[in-house]
């Protein structure tokens, strides 16, 4: 994984990225209640500096996730190795648990409202361009709990890249 230093003080980002579907997939609407449904599990992990972003229009599409100000306990370093916090899992954790009936009725609701408030100027290279319908609420009213479900569940065999940005790396410990 990169380690970056970070040059604001007392600062860390964690990101990582899944390989997600593009606005052309027909899994487009599952994934965007899918990235509803993450982001309210991350911020209830992380809290409010935690978010998901799903990013359809960056081919092949993808999954962001980060937190700022990540808990990252006590940095060792050995010459120029250092020893990090457990970052391994931690995208697949917070994507294990199954999608609740609950939890799809709230991101579903709240993207037929999002589509029915996109203007126009705002689609017009998908519709123009890549030859897309028009987002209606139509098209996602026929996502089903099963849909999205098997989003995740693809989801979670994808790799995981990460990336861990923290400030003063230079007061980690010595071995």
Do not use: C
């Amino acid at each position: 994984m990169p380690i970056f230093d970070s040059p604001a003080a007392n600062r860390s980002e964690f990101r990582f990225a899944i390989r997600g579907t593009s606005r052309s997939e027909k899994d487009h609407y599952a994934a965007s209640i899918l990235a509803s449904i993450l982001d309210r599990r991350f911020k209830q992990a992380d809290g409010e500096k935690a978010f998901v972003r799903y990013q359809p229009g960056i081919l092949p599409g993808s999954f962001l996730f980060g937190v700022s100000d990540w808990y990252l306990g006590k940095l060792k370093r050995d010459g120029d190795k250092m020893a990090l916090p457990e970052t391994d899992g931690y995208a697949k954790r917070l994507m294990s648990a199954p999608v609740k009936q609950d939890e799809f009725d709230t991101a579903k609701r709240e993207l037929a409202i999002a589509i029915d408030q996109t203007p126009p100027a705002d689609i017009w290279l998908d519709i123009d361009t890549y030859k897309l319908p028009a987002p209606g609420t139509a098209n996602a009213e026929t996502v089903s709990l099963a849909d999205v479900q098997r989003v995740l569940e693809r989801l979670q065999k994808e790799p995981v890249a990460q990336v861990l940005v923290f400030s003063n790396a230079a007061a980690a410990t010595t071995n």
